[in-house]
């Protein structure tokens, strides 16, 4: 049975938007490649199993700047604290954006968006 909360928006529920970055060859993304309504963009099919690994992925990910101290830059005290799960009570959502796939740099990425509920 899930928890419910009733958190107290006095600075204590956090959003943080991750940028997940995945790579493709060219020979894939050309065959993704779509002409809708004139204009060139992509289209991918993924199954419940593929958007899980994904999920997956984007979550090890983030567990390992914890894990490895990989050193952040440009980031409060506070913002360094909650990215380490220092400050963190409990995490409320979270979720991988998929709808909004962009390109950069020659990779592809999706967002993964959590929502916590800080100490």
Known sequence: MAKKYKP????????????????????????????????????FVMSDRYI?????????????????????????EAELSMVKLESVREVLFQALLLDDVKFEDGKMYAELSSIYLLC
Request: charged share 30%.
């Open 52 to 76: 899980m690994a994904l999920y997956t992925y984007c979550l090890s990910a983030r567990k390992a700047v914890v894990l490895e101290n990989i050193e952040m830059e440009g980031l409060s």
């Open 8 to 43: 107290d928006y006095e600075g204590k529920v956090y959003l943080e938007t991750v940028r997940c970055f995945f790579t493709i060859s060219a020979e894939e993304l050309e065959k993704c490649r779509y002409n809708y309504k004139g204009k060139d963009t992509y289209a």
